[in-house]
């Protein structure tokens, strides 16, 4: 069974420390104040890719994503969806489901290249369910407190810490 998936949030850093993608059950991004989130560790190139499709950005030359597909849509082909379909330890794996005619093709790829395609192709995102069930961590919302409140509590915090809790 798939899960429609959105991307919750992109933390982007910069090399040599990985990045984040971050998705969640589509329904969850709307509804939920707690729920599950499925991070994948993404290279910092790989996120600057996903963080200007999200973004909707174009640039004067083609980039691979755009190269790719120009040549579907030279070739009649579209992105029908992207699939993620398995993981082992921390690596996923991921399909691109194309659709020529009444044909279907399925390639294999990397999910952040699967996510920028279909971003950049308006196709849907789906994770198999037992992916999501080994690879879910919690998220739980901080109900957001007051300024006043904040700062208490970081007051409190710095009277209570010590140098060797640095140690």
Known sequence: MLIPVAIQTLVATTPPNPSVLVLCPAQDLKVSRSRRIVP???GAHEAA???AAVQHLSFKRPMTHTLMLDALTAL???IDQVQIVDVKDVTFYAHVILKRGGDTFVLDARPS???VLALRSN???YMADSVFERASYPFIFKEGL???EELKEFEAWV???SPDDFA
């Open 113 to 115: 290249d699967a996510v």
């Open 49 to 51: 890719q996903i963080s």
């Open 123 to 125: 196709a849907p995102i």
């Open 146 to 148: 007051s300024d006043e």
């Open 40 to 42: 994948i560790w993404v």
């Open 76 to 78: 009649d082909a579209t």
């Open 159 to 161: 009277q209570d810490i």
